[in-house]
């Protein structure tokens, strides 16, 4: 059974920096698109982007002038980097895999992370 | 692409038959996925490829559709059905997620 965990800090300061890492147990992260989604309070769901085993990414627009997506198979982890953080990027992140996907369209996300809350403020 | 659900919000007894409807702001084929996201819990998968049901999610649970317009139906709706769920279209990047329609049992 394939299971994502969620690490970093809950809470970050304004401008700074937004480190986060999904680690990765009971499965390969072979041939899979490794997720990033949050969710802010109260609020609906966001697909931040995805990370191929071989460090293949892609962000959504919205984003892609602040994230980073890095993956480390050995270490069956991958992780987000999200600058320049405002009050606006307050939300529950979660980590996710993907069924399968092609080269360009996915089905729906089969293994979550619990989400981890990120809290921007000073 | 653009989802939108209706209704937003729906009170349902013990037993009825409850329809989601989802559409997409251009066509997307069959890639979407339905989820059911419980308070303080993560979204689950129950439907992909728009009628592929996900393993363990049970039979009362039932998608269709194609293009832009989708359903999901819950043919005999029970207690722990409630929540918001969630559309999701996997077509083209950025893949987006429908508002999220509440069930109140």
């Known amino acids: 059974q394939v299971q994502l965990q969620e690490s970093g800090p809950g809470l970050v300061k304004p401008s700074e920096t937004l480190s986060l890492t999904c680690t990765v147990s009971?499965?390969?992260?072979?041939?899979?698109?490794w997720s990033w989604v949050r969710q802010p309070p109260g609020k609906g769901l966001e697909w931040i982007g995805y990370?191929?085993?071989?460090?293949?990414?892609n962000y959504s627009p919205s984003l892609e002038s602040r994230v980073v997506m890095s993956i480390d198979t050995s270490k069956n982890q991958f992780s987000l980097k999200l600058t320049s953080v405002t009050a606006a990027d307050t939300a529950l992140y979660y980590c996710a895999r993907p069924k399968s996907c092609t080269n360009i369209s996915c089905w729906g996300l089969d293994y979550w992370g619990q989400g981890i809350l990120v809290t921007v403020s000073s | 692409i653009q989802m939108s659900q209706s209704p937003s919000s729906v009170s349902a007894s013990v037993g009825d038959r409850v329809t989601i409807t989802c559409r997409a702001s251009?066509?997307?084929?069959?890639?979407l996925s339905w989820y059911l996201q419980k308070p303080g819990k993560a979204p689950q998968l129950l439907i992909y490829a728009a009628s592929s049901l996900e393993s363990g999610v049970p039979l009362r649970f039932s998608g269709a559709g194609s293009g832009t317009d989708f359903t999901l139906t819950i043919s005999s709706l029970q207690p722990e059905d409630f929540g918001t769920y969630y559309c999701?279209?996997?077509?083209?990047?950025?893949?987006?997620f429908g508002p999220g329609t509440k069930v109140d049992i």
């Open positions: 999701q279209q996997g077509s083209t990047f950025p893949f987006t």
């Open positions: 009971g499965g390969s992260m072979s041939n899979y698109y």
């Open positions: 990370i191929y085993a071989d460090g293949y990414t």
């Open positions: 251009q066509g997307i084929r069959s890639w």
